[in-house]
Structure formats: C-alpha cells, structure tokens
C-alpha cells in the first residue's frame, strides 16, 4: 500500500522521538523478540551451563521452536557502540566459549545492552554509531559462537564490553529458566509515542531539542496493537 507524502513527513518526525532516550529517566527494556510472540528462557541469571561468572551471570537466553532467522529487536533506544559479524558458525562444544556475532547497545544513562548468536550477515542494516529506535530490528536470531542451538543471548551491562548487572524487563518482568514469555516490544511501547485511541486522531508532542513532533493515526484503528517499524520509521497505527 503506497504510503502518502503527509503520513511519511509525519513519521519521520515519531521516528527521531522513538530513537531518544528520556532525559533522566532509567531506562526500560523489553523483550527483544517480535511483539506478541512467546519464547522460552532456557536459561536464566546464573544459568548452571554458562551463565554463572561475573561477566555472564545476569544474562538470559531465550528461544523457540523455529527462532533461527527470526528477528531481534533493539530492546530499548540508544545507539550502536560495539558490532561483530565475522563467525559463520558455532563453536560448540569444542571450540572457545565465545558471543559469535554480536551487537551493543548504549542507551545513555550508564546502561548498556548486548545481543548475541546472532545470524551470520544479518547485522547489514546497523553500523557503529547508528541510532536504532526501540522494536526496531537489529539482526536476525542465529547460533553463532559458543551455541548449541538458535537462540537469543541478552543482557544489561554497565559499560560496552561488560559485565552484566541485574535487570529485568517491562513487559516479561524477570525471566526465569523454562518460563515462556511474550513479548510486546514494537512501536507502540517506544519511549514518548503518543497513546492515540481514537480512528484518525491526530496528535502534536514535544520532546527535548525536538519540539515539533506528530503522531498520526492514518489508518483509523487503535495504534496499541498496530504500530510496528517501516524502514526507519514508526507507523502508527498503520
């Protein structure tokens, strides 16, 4: 469906909002899956099979039956430091205990998030120093490096390269081993996006140095379960 020169003015201008994180609010993480799909945690915070050392041990993985290839969101806005997409394949279970193909995200106040196993020659659409906005996809789920399986490797880190520190998540709470989650990590839940309930309900909204931001509810639903990331923008309520 061909996209009016109106509705893409509009968001990009909800697109430079959703890559901004708050100014002195604590970062909040979701799940960084597709929203409205449940994964399996199979293995959580100290994990017996690797996630019980310092750098390692409030980390989680997640998978599902099917996750290779699947989509990984960025879990919260912020801007790309760190990318590694050398390793084609796994190095279980002889080779080094190693994150494979990887991203690092800095989200601006002290917090850092890294994605891990991920897909050979999936991280093309980000680089270092890119901006990503939250739910937007980052990589494609894979089993690279230290990996018996297609999973997600994720977690919270104080600095780029390390260690994890406690988290937890603001649509799945705090993942424990064997528990199935659902994620609701997309457009919709970015810091900032307006909640626009009405069908072609219009809305201006102002944040930090951008003081001329509009969300448009074009298609006349609710947005709550419709927003999802176009290229490098939001629509909302598409």
Same mark, same amino acid.
């Given at each position: 469906?061909?996209? $009016?020169?109106?509705?893409?003015? +509009? ?34 915070? %100290? ?39 050398? /390793?084609?394949?796994?190095? /279980?279970? @002889?080779?080094? !205990? ?16 890294? /994605? ?5 020659? $999936?991280?093309?659409? !980000? ?24 999973? +997600? ?5 104080? $600095? ?22 659902? $994620? ?15 069908? %072609? ?10 003081? =001329?931001?509009?969300?448009? =509810? ?12 176009? @290229? ?5 309520? /598409?």
């Amino acid at each position: 469906m061909a996209l $009016s020169a109106r509705y893409m003015r +509009i968001s990009i201008f909800v697109f430079l909002l959703a890559i901004t994180p708050l100014p002195g609010r604590a970062t909040i993480f979701y799940a960084p899956w597709n929203s409205g799909v449940s994964w399996q945690c199979t293995q959580g915070n %100290n994990g017996s099979f690797s996630h019980n050392t310092g750098n390692l041990r409030y980390a989680w993985d997640f998978s599902r039956s099917g996750a290779d290839g699947d989509p990984v969101r960025a879990a919260a806005p912020g801007t790309v430091v760190l990318k590694e997409d050398s /390793y084609t394949g796994s190095t /279980y279970p @002889d080779g080094p !205990v190693v994150f494979g193909n990887y991203i690092v995200i800095n989200h601006g106040d002290g917090t850092y998030t890294r /994605y891990a196993h991920l897909k050979y020659g $999936s991280l093309g659409g !980000v680089w270092v120093g890119k901006q990503v906005g939250q739910g937007e996809q980052i990589a494609e789920c894979g089993m690279t490096g230290y990996a018996s399986g297609p999973h +997600i490797h994720f977690q919270v880190q104080n $600095s780029s390269t390390g260690p994890s520190v406690p988290a937890s998540f603001q649509d799945i709470g705090l993942p424990v081993t064997g528990g199935w989650y659902t $994620s609701q990590n997309n457009a919709c839940t970015a810091p900032g996006v307006p909640n626009l309930t009405q069908p %072609n309900e219009w809305q201006s909204f102002s944040l930090g140095s951008n003081p =001329n931001l509009h969300a448009d =509810n074009t298609s006349g639903t609710t947005p709550q379960t419709t927003c999802f990331w176009l @290229d490098d923008w939001i629509a909302v309520g /598409y």
